[in-house]
């Protein structure tokens, strides 16, 4: 079992920045991650994917975040971030972190609200 575990969610106003954290765990064997990211949900949409990052750091954006948010991986490879810079009100929404661990699937973070005002 996989525990993710996001940090850095709250309440900014448009134009401002937050950074979200989200470090994976497992107990017992040596994991490797393929891929991590973020999706996010608001009140009245879909779950987004909004960004992804893959073993080899290739990355992908949402076109609604594009120039905005960046995502990156911390040294130790099982930490994903999520730098979200010129917030809209839009982009207020729970962000889940999520990692896909190869041969066994998704794993979830509990997810982090993050409330952009205008």
């Known amino acids: 079992q996989v525990q993710l575990v996001e940090s850095g969610g709250g309440l900014v106003q448009a134009g401002g920045s937050l950074r979200l954290s989200c470090a994976a765990s497992k107990s017992g064997s040596i994991f490797s991650i393929d891929y991590m990211g973020w999706y996010r949900q608001a009140l009245t949409n879909q779950r987004e994917l909004v960004a992804i990052?893959?073993?080899?750091?290739?990355?992908n954006y949402a076109d609604s975040v594009k120039g905005r948010f960046t995502i990156s991986r911390g040294d130790a490879k099982n930490t994903v971030y999520l730098q979200m810079n010129s917030l809209k009100p839009e982009d207020t929404a729970v962000y889940y972190c999520f990692v896909y661990l190869s041969g066994v699937g998704h794993y979830w973070g509990q997810g982090t609200q993050v409330t952009v005002s205008s």
């Open positions: 990052i893959t073993s080899d750091d290739g990355t």
